[in-house]
C-alpha cells in the first residue's frame, strides 16, 4: 500500500519519509464500514487508509458524509484527511483554519464533509474510496472518523427537509428536474437570523465548492439571514439536475451583523464559538409560459380600457349620443381614405398642420365637419401667412411695461386678465411656443439621461448573469419571473402603464390643443377672452415625463441596486416640479418661469440627489449644509410667490427688509397686504421647516425618497391650497374634474399602502432585504410592488387629468372676473 499511496502524500505537501531521522512511514489499509466511529492516533510516523466499499446505481443517488472530530488541544500540527474517489479526490486539514474579514482565522475542530457522487453509467456499480489519515506531528494526534450515508440527499419537489449546518460543516443536496418542470424556486428558511449563510446553486460536477473561502467560485449564490431563494431553470443544466449549497459564513458582516473586534497578532487565532444553525429547503416548481401570458395580457388589458374610456367619455361630451359618434367616426375613417387617395385634407372652418394631426382628430373629435373644401397647399399657405417671429420671452409689447407691471402686481386682489396681458397675436401663437420649449427640452433630457441609464443596467444584468451573484440585485427573489437575460420580467412589465398612460394623456391634450386652435382660427370670443389661458407646453412635458419614468423605472428594475435608485426617481422629481409649476401658471401666465429657468432648477435637484446617495448617509456636514439650503430656497420661492417676482436680489436686500420689517412690524404692526398668499407662504415653511429638521436631525438613508418627499409635500400643499382658494372664489368644479379628483384620491391611497409594504430595501444588506421578500400575490405573477406600479401610474394619470379639467368652469367666464391666488 505505502508504494503508491506515498506520491499521492508527495504532491499534497508530506514527505513519504521521516525527513529526521529518514525512517520510513509505517501505512497501515483498514476495511472500515459505514455508520461506525473510529478512534485513533496518528503521528509523523504511521499512516492510516481506511476503505471503504460504496454500490452506486444510476437511478438512485445517496449522498455520502465524512465526520471527524480532533480530541487534542494544540494547533501546531494538524491532521491531514485525503479522500480519494474514482474521478475526484477531496483534501482538508483539521483543525480547519476558515479566514473572514482582514484575514481573521478561526480553527475548527469538527469537520464535515459530503462526497460529490460521480456519475455511472452502469445499473448498479460497486465503488472504492479511500480516507488517508496522516500527520508531521512527532506527538501522537487522537481523532475520531465517521462515514455515514445522508437521508434525503436527493429533493423532492414540494417536500421540504431540515438539517443543521455550520462554517466547517457545510451541506448540500440533489435536485433532478421531474419530466414537464422546466424552471424551479429553491427557498431556503431559517428560524434564526445569525450566523450569516450562503445559499448556492451549482452543477453536477466534482468537486463541489462548500467552504465559505470558495462557494462564490461557480455557479448562483447569495447570502442570507432568514430567507433565501433562486430561481433555477433547467436550460441552465445540462445535466438536468443542480446542487443546492449551503455554507455558514465565517462571520455575519456581510449579512449587517456585529463586526468582531481585530485580532491583536497577525497570526492570532480567533474562537468561533458556536455557529450553528438549522435551516429547512423546499423546491418548489416556477410558474408555466401560461402564467407569463395571462399577466401580460392582463396588463395590456388594464391600461387599453383606459382608451376605451377615454374614448367613451369623448362620445358621451356629444350630444348626438354614442351611436351617432361612433358612425361619425367610421365615417370619417372613410373620408381619410378618400383623403389619402386624393390629396386634399378637410379645413373648412378648421385647420390641420398635418395628416397625424387631422388623424388625431377623427378619433378625439368625433362632432368635427366631414368638408374637404381645400388642398393641401391652401392650408399650407394658410398657416404660413398668420404664423409670426414671436419667441416665447416676448412677453411684453407695451412701451411702458415695466412700470405696468409693478403697477398692476402690486394691486391687493388680481384677476388673471391683470396677469395675462400680452398681445393677442402672441397669446393665439405663444401655446405652440411653449410646446416647443418644454415638450423638446424634456425630450432632450429624456434621450441624454436614457441612453447612459438603459447601457449600465445591461451591464449590471450581464454582471449578475456571469458570476452568479445574486447580491448585486435587490430583486424580490420569492416573486421574480425571468425571461430570456431579465431576471424579474415581471416586475420591469409592471412599468408599462406609465409608458401607455403618458401616450394617452398625450392625445387627450392633443386633442384639447386641436380644437383650442380652431377656436383660435374662428377668432372665438370665449377662447380668446375668456377662462384660464391655454398654454399645453407643460402638459406635454408632463405627458412625456410620465413615459419617461416608466421607461427609467424599468430599467431601475432590471437591476434594483443602491448606486442606480435614483434613476427610478429622477423623473418623479420632474413631474412633482411640472405639476407645480403647471399649478403656477393657472393663475399667472405671464410669469411663470421659462422652460430653460425650470429645467435648471430641477437639475439642480436632481444634482443633490445624486451628492446625497453618494455623501448623506451618515454625513453631519452635508445634512447640515443641505438643510441651510434647503431653509434658504424655500425663503427665496415665498419671497418670490408674495411680491410675485418684483423683489431684487443684490447688496441692498438685508437693508430694505429690515425696513420692511421695522415699518410692517414695529412701526405701524400692519397686516400682510396679501393675505392668502401670506397663509400659503406660511404653511409652506412650516412644512418645509419641519422637514429640515427632521432630516437634520433623523438623516435617513434613503435620501432619494427624502428629497422625493419634500417635493411631494410641496405640491400636495400647494394643490390643496389652489382647490380651496378655487371654492372660496366662488368658482365650482365640473362633474368629471370632482369625479377625477375623488377617483385619484382613492386610488392614490392603494398605491401608497402596496408601496410602504417594502418588498426589498437597498438601504440594508442583501441578506437582510431579502427577509422582507414575499410571494406574489396577483395571477402568481405580480408581487406588492408590481401593483404599487400599476395603481401609480393610474393615479399619476388620474392626477394629470386634474389639472387639465380642474378649471373647465371657466371656460365661458372673463378673464377680468377670475381671481388670482
Not at 462554517?167 to 424552471?183: A, L
Not at 405663444?430 to 436614457?450: E, G, L
Amino acid at each position: 500500500t505505502g508504494s503508491w499511496s506515498c506520491p499521492l502524500l508527495w504532491l499534497c505537501g508530506f514527505s513519504c519519509c521521516s525527513g529526521a531521522v529518514g525512517e520510513t512511514k509505517n501505512v497501515v489499509q483498514k476495511d472500515a464500514e459505514f455508520d461506525v466511529t473510529y478512534n485513533d492516533t496518528v503521528t509523523s510516523e504511521n499512516q492510516t487508509i481506511y476503505a471503504f466499499n460504496h454500490t452506486v446505481s444510476r437511478n438512485k443517488t445517496e449522498g455520502v458524509r465524512v465526520s471527524v472530530d480532533v480530541l487534542s488541544q494544540g494547533f501546531e500540527s494538524p491532521i491531514l484527511f485525503v479522500i480519494r474517489q474514482k474521478q475526484a479526490v477531496l483534501s482538508f486539514q483539521v483543525p480547519l483554519i476558515l479566514r473572514g474579514l482582514y484575514q481573521r482565522k478561526y480553527p475548527y475542530k469538527h469537520v464535515g464533509r459530503t462526497l460529490c457522487q460521480p456519475p455511472t453509467r452502469a445499473a448498479s456499480e460497486s465503488q472504492y474510496f479511500f480516507v488517508d489519515v496522516s500527520t508531521l506531528s512527532n506527538q501522537g494526534t487522537n481523532y475520531q472518523l465517521r462515514v455515514s450515508r445522508v437521508e434525503s440527499f436527493t429533493l423532492q419537489t414540494d417536500t421540504k427537509f431540515s438539517f443543521t449546518a455550520s462554517p466547517s460543516q457545510p451541506q448540500y443536496f440533489k435536485y433532478v428536474f421531474p419530466d414537464g418542470i422546466d424552471t424551479v424556486i429553491v427557498k431556503v428558511n431559517s428560524e434564526m437570523n445569525f450566523p450569516c449563510s450562503v445559499m448556492s446553486i451549482q452543477d453536477i460536477q466534482c468537486p463541489v465548492y462548500d467552504l465559505d473561502n470558495n462557494v462564490a467560485f461557480i455557479g448562483m449564490y447569495q447570502t442570507m439571514t432568514k430567507k433565501g431563494a433562486i430561481t433555477v431553470q433547467r436550460k441552465d443544466f445540462p445535466s438536468n439536475s443542480f446542487y443546492v449549497v449551503i455554507v455558514v459564513k465565517t462571520e455575519d458582516e456581510a449579512c449587517g451583523g456585529p463586526l468582531r473586534f481585530y485580532p491583536l497578532r497577525p497570526d492570532e487565532l480567533i474562537d468561533a464559538g458556536n455557529r450553528s444553525k438549522v435551516l429547512d429547503v423546499m423546491v418548489s416548481p416556477a410558474i408555466n409560459s401560461d402564467i407569463y401570458v395571462i399577466g401580460m395580457l392582463f396588463c395590456l388589458g388594464i391600461f387599453l380600457s383606459f382608451y376605451l374610456l377615454t374614448l367613451l367619455v369623448a362620445c358621451l361630451e356629444n350630444k348626438s349620443g354614442v351611436l351617432v359618434c361612433c358612425i361619425k367616426t367610421l365615417m370619417k375613417l372613410t373620408v381619410l381614405l378618400c383623403i389619402l387617395s386624393t390629396g386634399k385634407i378637410p379645413a373648412s372652418p378648421y385647420e390641420y398642420g398635418s395628416f397625424g394631426e387631422f388623424w388625431t382628430a377623427l378619433f378625439f373629435c368625433p362632432s368635427c365637419p366631414l368638408s374637404i373644401d381645400r388642398s393641401l397647399d391652401s392650408v399650407g399657405r394658410s398657416r404660413q401667412e398668420s404664423l409670426s417671429s414671436v419667441e416665447e420671452d416676448d412677453y411684453d409689447t407695451l412701451d411702458d411695461i415695466n412700470s405696468d407691471k409693478n403697477i398692476v402686481r402690486t394691486k391687493k386682489f388680481l384677476c388673471v386678465s391683470d396677469l395675462a396681458r400680452k398681445d393677442k397675436r402672441i397669446l393665439k401663437w405663444s401655446n405652440s411656443s411653449q410646446m416647443s420649449h418644454f415638450s423638446r427640452n424634456i425630450a432632450t433630457i429624456a434621450v441624454f439621461y436614457a441612453l447612459p441609464v438603459v447601457q449600465l443596467v445591461i451591464t449590471y444584468q450581464t454582471v449578475v448573469n456571469v458570476t452568479g451573484n445574486q447580491d448585486i440585485c435587490y430583486y424580490n427573489f420569492l416573486c421574480a419571473h425571468p425571461l430570456g437575460a431579465l431576471s424579474a420580467f415581471n416586475n420591469i412589465l409592471s412599468n408599462l402603464g406609465y409608458v401607455m398612460l403618458g401616450l394617452l394623456f398625450l392625445l387627450i391634450v392633443l386633442k384639447r390643443d386641436i380644437v383650442h386652435n380652431r377656436a383660435l382660427v374662428r377668432n372665438n370670443l370665449n377662447a380668446l377672452e375668456c377662462g384660464i389661458p391655454k398654454h399645453f407646453g407643460l402638459f406635454y412635458a408632463m405627458g412625456t415625463a410620465l413615459m419617461m419614468e416608466g421607461l427609467l423605472s424599468a430599467c431601475y428594475h432590471v437591476c434594483p441596486n443602491y448606486t442606480n435608485f435614483q434613476f427610478d426617481t429622477s423623473f418623479m422629481y420632474m413631474i412633482a416640479g411640472l405639476c407645480m409649476l403647471k399649478l403656477y401658471q393657472k393663475r399667472h401666465p405671464d410669469i411663470n418661469a421659462s422652460a430653460y429657468t425650470a429645467y435648471a432648477c430641477l437639475a439642480v435637484v436632481i444634482f443633490f440627489s445624486v451628492l446625497g446617495v453618494v455623501f448623506g448617509k451618515g454625513n453631519t456636514v452635508f445634512w447640515i449644509v443641505f438643510s441651510v439650503i434647503h431653509i434658504l430656497a424655500t425663503l427665496l420661492l415665498s419671497t418670490q410667490l408674495y411680491y410675485m417676482g418684483r423683489w431684487r436680489l443684490d447688496s441692498g436686500i438685508l437693508r430694505r427688509m429690515v425696513y420692511v420689517i421695522y415699518t410692517d412690524c414695529i412701526r405701524q404692526c400692519s397686516g400682510p397686504m396679501y393675505i392668502d398668499r401670506m397663509v400659503l407662504i406660511v404653511m409652506g415653511n412650516i412644512v418645509n421647516w419641519c422637514l429640515a429638521a427632521y432630516g437634520l436631525i433623523e438623516r435617513p438613508n434613503d435620501f432619494a425618497s427624502y428629497l422625493l418627499a419634500i417635493a411631494i409635500c410641496n405640491l400636495l400643499l400647494y394643490f390643496a391650497f389652489y382647490i380651496i382658494m378655487k371654492l372660496r372664489s366662488g368658482e365650482r368644479i365640473q362633474c368629471l374634474a370632482l369625479v377625477c379628483i375623488l377617483f385619484t384620491a382613492v386610488v392614490w391611497g392603494f398605491a401608497l399602502y402596496f408601496f410602504f409594504q417594502g418588498l426589498s430595501t437597498w438601504q440594508k444588506t442583501p441578506a437582510e432585504s431579502r427577509e422582507h421578500n414575499r410571494d406574489c400575490i396577483l395571477l402568481s405573477f405580480f408581487d406588492d410592488h408590481d401593483i404599487w406600479h400599476f395603481l401609480s401610474s393610474i393615479a399619476m394619470f388620474g392626477s394629470f387629468l386634474v389639472l387639465l379639467t380642474m378649471d373647465d368652469d371657466l371656460d365661458t367666464v372673463q378673464r377680468d372676473k377670475i381671481y388670482v391666488f
